[in-house]
């Protein structure tokens, strides 16, 4: 089993930023792949970014440019930088750990003013 820990939501006014945290424990693999989702109310959950251990990186067409993935190995730590946030980035962003199947944070809620 996986868990998964979410820091760094909460309330900014478009245009400003927020950074996100994941923390990974329990049963870790090195090559697994980590990300964030978010979804927004009455929405599907959505990808935005994904980050592979050796730093490959792919961003949703929405947030390129704006967000920036990061990952930390060693502490098994996953961050998502999101600048020149607008209200349209408001949902609940998830962060997923994926090896053999799917692992899930219990979420955290960006929202964003105008």
């Known amino acids: 089993q996986v868990q998964l820990v979410e820091s760094g939501g909460g309330l900014v006014q478009a245009g400003g930023?927020?950074?996100l945290s994941c923390a990974a424990s329990?049963?870790?693999f090195s090559n697994a792949v980590m990300g964030w989702y978010r979804q927004a109310p009455g929405k599907q959950r959505e990808?935005?970014?994904t980050v592979t251990s050796g730093g490959f990186t792919k961003y949703a067409d929405s947030v390129k440019g704006r967000f920036t993935?990061?990952?930390?190995?060693?502490?098994?730590t996953v961050y998502l930088q999101m600048n020149s946030l607008k209200p349209e980035d408001t949902a609940v962003y998830y962060c997923n750990y994926k090896y053999w199947g799917d692992y899930w944070?219990?979420?955290?809620?960006?929202t964003v003013s105008e």
């Open 69 to 76: 993935i990061s990952r930390d190995n060693a502490k098994n």
């Open 105 to 110: 944070g219990q979420g955290t809620q960006v």
């Open 17 to 19: 930023s927020l950074r």
């Open 47 to 49: 990808l935005v970014a």
């Open 26 to 28: 329990g049963r870790i």
